[in-house]
């Protein structure tokens, strides 16, 4: 049995007794995270065809919830218990759940998904706006700025640049989805800046 020394008081040292996830782990997620993301735009184009959009975002938005109920019971963890964290989650689920997301599938009915989904990640965009032009602190600085418009020009390369062809058609509806990527915006900021409570699942609920 090897003896601790007195250079070596830890013989067999150990600085990372609880390693996270590989980074081939995370970016499987991260692909997963973008499937996921990605596909429910063609998916709600085609939903809104025959669904209205409210039903939709309604139906969308209970499934995930009793979805999130069940991994809060799994867990053992509790749903707040104050009332102004309620008050503060419906704020957030306003912005996102009931406000984005409807939007968003009404804009779709006129809007191609590719178009609408290019229209939607201008979110960053508009967080940078927002934190710069409304809300009082420090600047977000020109390289979030750069890489918020960077993240969006590549959505738009990887989607295809001739979905832009469509912008100025049905004004209106892509409108609507640039106001639900400003209510995502607004979510962020809304979120970073609040303790909403609740944990992430609580939190969840209340969210896209």
């Known amino acids: 049995m090897n003896r601790p020394s007195a250079s070596n008081p830890n013989p067999n040292p150990n600085p990372n007794p609880n390693p996270g996830p590989s980074l081939k782990f995370e ?10 993301w990605g596909s429910s735009y063609l998916l709600i184009k085609i939903a809104v065809a025959d669904i209205p959009p409210v039903t939709l975002i309604a139906a969308r938005v209970s499934i995930a919830a009793v979805f999130l109920l069940a991994v809060l019971a799994w867990q053992r963890a509790p749903l ?24 968003l599938a009404w804009g779709q009915q006129f809007v191609d998904s590719g178009l609408a989904g290019v229209l939607n990640s201008t979110s960053p965009i508009f967080v940078f706006l927002i934190t710069a032009l409304v809300m009082r602190g420090p600047s977000p600085g020109a390289w979030k700025f750069g890489g918020a418009c960077l993240g969006l020009i590549g959505v738009t390369l990887i989607i295809g640049v001739d979905v832009l062809a469509g912008l100025g058609q ?6 609507a989805v640039l106001l ?18 609740g944990g992430d699942a609580g939190a969840a609920q209340f969210d896209h």
């Open 27 to 36: 970016l499987c997620l991260l692909a997963m995270l973008a499937l996921l």
């Open 80 to 103: 707040p218990s104050d009332a102004a964290t309620w008050g503060k989650l419906f704020i957030q689920s306003v912005f996102t759940a009931i406000g984005a997301w409807t939007l």
């Open 170 to 175: 049905q004004v209106m509806a892509q409108l």
């Open 180 to 197: 639900g990527a400003v209510l995502y915006a607004c979510a962020a900021i809304y979120g970073r800046h609040d303790d909403l409570g």
